[in-house]
Each structure stands twice: as structure tokens, then as C-alpha cells.
């Protein structure tokens, strides 16, 4: 069994908003064997980026595109074409787009030996501890207070029991970070569970004061107060909060993720396995719950990644919430033929089928399309 072709396709909707975080283009990494068989994995990044490092020609032995070094090789051998990978891309960058777009690759390897096996990739990662779990409504704040009351009323009445909220307008002035805050824990009643992620807008000393003015509003937890590279801010953070701090979601690999574990500058480590692919999510996996802390994915993307995260983490041990992207885009809901949404109980299913379990929607795949490559064998 060897690797004979892979291939790379753009997909992006017709207009895109200005918005910091959507499902709004996906690229498509699709992975194709000698015996006929196809995995599938995405990144979430900039997929020109992505297709860049996939499709560039060898320039010098570590300095090399990822098509032209899996070619050939055998796709069951995911740790050792990852350490490959990671060796020979050292001059793209090592902590980045090049360890997404590895992921990429890496989700569709572990998407073939599952259906290689016959198995679902959680049995391969070492087996599930979960078939379900709880969801929140990830979702943007709105323009205030009102606005975004009225969006949380809205996912509760879905059926979800938790909702978070994220990135702008937060961070503009005080008053509006706590309207902000006030309207969404309005919203959502005071049972159900409150997420604020701030987007990464303040300093550590006005993180810290906002965290202890949401206190009185209960979150579950302050995502992402600093910028991602602050890793001795988090530290001095989390030491200091009356709210558990989140973060991780920018962080590619292992290798990002370490500074935060080692200094255990987190309560909870949000892995996303298209920037860590299931190689390195494996790893981080282990490496967090070493140090008794929590995980929870991020999500916020196709039903491909939805799919990896839902795999990866019912493997983790306490797991104990997922990331359930909202956004009503036709990438989130109808690129598969499979859809991924929490049920009216607040819960949602982890996959069973061999690999990701997924069935791509090639009309939806072929209208949507704006690039290709590796098409040819």
C-alpha cells in the first residue's frame, strides 16, 4: 500500500464577510493510496497558504514540499511520515502554517488507516471514553448588550445548555466589554453555562481586572484575554484569576503547545486537530492530562474538523464540553453528507464509521471550488 496521489482543493463562498472567525473557504488535503483507497483532512488557515506548502517543489532536503515527499511512502506509517514531514519542512517554519498544513496530511493518513482497518479513528487513538458529550453554541458577540442577549436566547432555546461568545466588539472600552458580558449571561439564564472569549485584546493587568469584573456573571471560563505569544502574561494570569483561563486554539503542534505546558500557564488547553493533526493532538493529549488539566477542542470550521475534534476528544479522559460551531454557513452544513450538530438535548454524537466516518458532498465540492491540484497521477 503506498501513497500515489495528493490532492489539494480551495472551496470558498461567493462573497466573504469581514469577520474574524467563520467557515467561509476550506482546503481540502485528500490522500489517495494504490488500492483505491481516499482519506480526507483540512487545515484551518489561509488555504492558498496551505496549498503552497503542499504543492512546492523540492528546493533542498529541508526545504521540501509535502506532495513530493509522501509520494511513495506507505500511509499506515503516520509517526514516521510526521517526523519526516517536520524534518524536512524545517525552513518553511516549524511552529506554524507549515505544522497545519502537516495536519492536514495527517488527518487524512489517520482518516486511511481507519478505513484501512475498518475501525474509527478514536479506537486507533487508543479508544473513546465518551459517545456523547455536551455542547456550546460557539458563536460571535453581537454589535451590544441587546444584541447579544437576544443571540443567547436564541441557542438556548435550540437546546443547547452553554453558549460562548467571542471576539469583537470586545476589548473597544470597558463599558462595553461588561454590557457585552451583562447582555450575554441575559440571554442565557442564570442555569446554563456562560464562555466569553475575549480574542486576544488586552494586556495582562486589564485581563486580570476583567476578569474579576465578569466574575459576578459566572463564566465558565476567559478564552484567549492575551495575545497567543504571551506566554509569561498567561502565567502571571492564571495565577491571579477568579475565572479558569482558556486558550490554545492558534497554537500548531506540539511544539507551540509546549512553553504552555511546561509553565502550566493554563486551566484549559483548547486543541484544534486541523493545526495539530492526530499525531501531535495525541501527544498534547497525554502530555496535558500529566499535569491534571483540562481540554476541550476548538472548532470552528467544515464538518471535517468537527469530525477529528468529535474523535479526538472522546479519547481524552474528562473531557467534559465541545466546541459546536454556529455559524450559518453552507461549509459548516453541507460539504458532507453527514451533518454534526448538537441534538436538542445539548449533546453531540461522537462518529463510529471506519476513519472520520465522513462522505463528502462532491456537487457541493464541485460548486464551490476555485482551486486544484495534484489531480493527476
Given amino acids: 500500500?503506498?501513497?500515489?496521489?495528493?490532492?489539494?482543493?480551495?472551496?470558498?463562498?461567493?462573497?466573504?464577510?469581514?469577520?474574524?472567525?467563520?467557515?467561509?473557504?476550506?482546503?481540502?488535503?485528500?490522500?489517495?493510496?494504490?488500492?483505491?483507497?481516499?482519506?480526507?483532512?483540512?487545515?484551518?488557515?489561509?488555504?492558498?497558504?496551505?496549498?503552497?506548502v503542499v504543492d512546492a517543489p523540492f528546493s533542498h532536503n529541508i526545504a521540501c514540499g509535502l506532495r513530493g515527499l509522501l509520494l511513495g511512502e506507505n500511509p499506515l506509517e503516520t509517526e514516521r511520515l510526521w517526523q519526516m514531514m517536520l524534518r524536512r519542512t524545517q525552513y518553511f517554519g516549524r511552529a506554524s502554517v507549515t505544522i497545519a498544513a502537516m495536519s492536514a496530511v495527517d488527518m487524512a493518513l489517520w482518516d486511511l488507516k481507519g478505513k484501512k482497518f475498518g475501525v474509527p479513528i478514536h479506537t486507533l487513538l487508543g479508544g473513546r471514553h465518551h459517545s456523547r458529550i455536551p455542547a456550546y453554541a460557539s458563536i460571535l458577540f453581537g454589535r451590544d448588550g441587546a444584541e447579544t442577549r437576544d443571540i443567547g436566547r436564541k441557542w438556548i432555546e435550540r437546546g443547547y445548555k452553554a453558549v460562548k461568545f467571542g471576539w469583537e466588539p470586545m476589548g473597544q472600552n470597558e463599558a462595553l466589554d461588561l454590557e457585552l458580558v451583562r447582555g450575554a449571561r441575559e440571554g442565557i439564564g442564570p442555569e446554563n453555562t456562560l464562555l466569553i472569549d475575549a480574542g486576544c485584546v488586552w494586556d495582562a493587568r486589564t485581563a486580570l481586572r476583567?476578569?474579576?469584573?465578569?466574575?459576578?456573571?459566572?463564566?465558565?471560563?476567559?478564552?484567549?484575554?492575551?495575545?497567543?505569544?504571551?506566554?509569561?502574561?498567561?502565567?502571571?494570569?492564571?495565577?491571579?484569576?477568579?475565572?479558569?483561563?482558556?486558550?490554545?486554539?492558534?497554537?500548531?503542534?506540539?511544539?507551540?503547545?509546549?512553553?504552555?505546558?511546561?509553565?502550566?500557564?493554563?486551566?484549559?488547553?483548547?486543541?484544534?486537530?486541523?493545526?495539530?493533526?492526530?499525531?501531535?493532538?495525541?501527544?498534547?493529549?497525554?502530555?496535558?492530562?500529566?499535569?491534571?488539566?483540562?481540554?476541550?477542542?476548538?472548532?470552528?470550521?467544515?464538518?471535517?474538523?468537527?469530525?477529528?475534534?468529535?474523535?479526538?476528544l472522546s479519547t481524552c479522559r474528562d473531557a467534559f464540553i465541545f466546541e459546536d460551531c454556529v455559524d450559518d454557513s453552507p461549509m459548516r452544513h453541507e460539504l458532507t453528507l453527514e451533518k454534526f450538530q448538537a441534538g436538542p438535548d445539548g449533546f453531540i454524537t461522537v462518529p463510529d464509521r471506519p476513519g472520520l466516518g465522513l462522505t463528502l458532498n462532491e456537487d457541493f465540492v464541485k460548486r464551490y471550488l476555485v482551486a486544484e491540484s495534484g489531480g493527476n497521477v
Fill in 1 to 52: 500500500m503506498k501513497i500515489v496521489q495528493i490532492v489539494c482543493q480551495i472551496l470558498r463562498v461567493p462573497n466573504v464577510a469581514a469577520k474574524t472567525a467563520s467557515c467561509q473557504d476550506v482546503v481540502l488535503v485528500r490522500v489517495r493510496t494504490d488500492d483505491g483507497l481516499e482519506g480526507i483532512g483540512e487545515a484551518d488557515a489561509s488555504p492558498e497558504v496551505i496549498k503552497a
Fill in 210 to 312: 476583567r476578569a474579576q469584573q465578569f466574575a459576578e456573571f459566572r463564566p465558565g471560563w476567559l478564552e484567549e484575554p492575551l495575545r497567543p505569544w504571551d506566554v509569561d502574561g498567561y502565567v502571571w494570569l492564571r495565577d491571579r484569576s477568579p475565572i479558569p483561563i482558556a486558550a490554545g486554539e492558534a497554537e500548531c503542534g506540539r511544539e507551540s503547545f509546549r512553553p504552555f505546558i511546561d509553565r502550566q500557564a493554563l486551566d484549559i488547553y483548547q486543541v484544534d486537530p486541523s493545526r495539530c493533526g492526530f499525531t501531535d493532538s495525541a501527544f498534547i493529549r497525554a502530555r496535558v492530562e500529566e499535569i491534571n488539566a483540562r481540554l476541550c477542542n476548538h472548532c470552528y470550521t467544515s464538518p471535517i474538523t468537527v469530525a477529528a475534534s468529535l474523535h479526538w
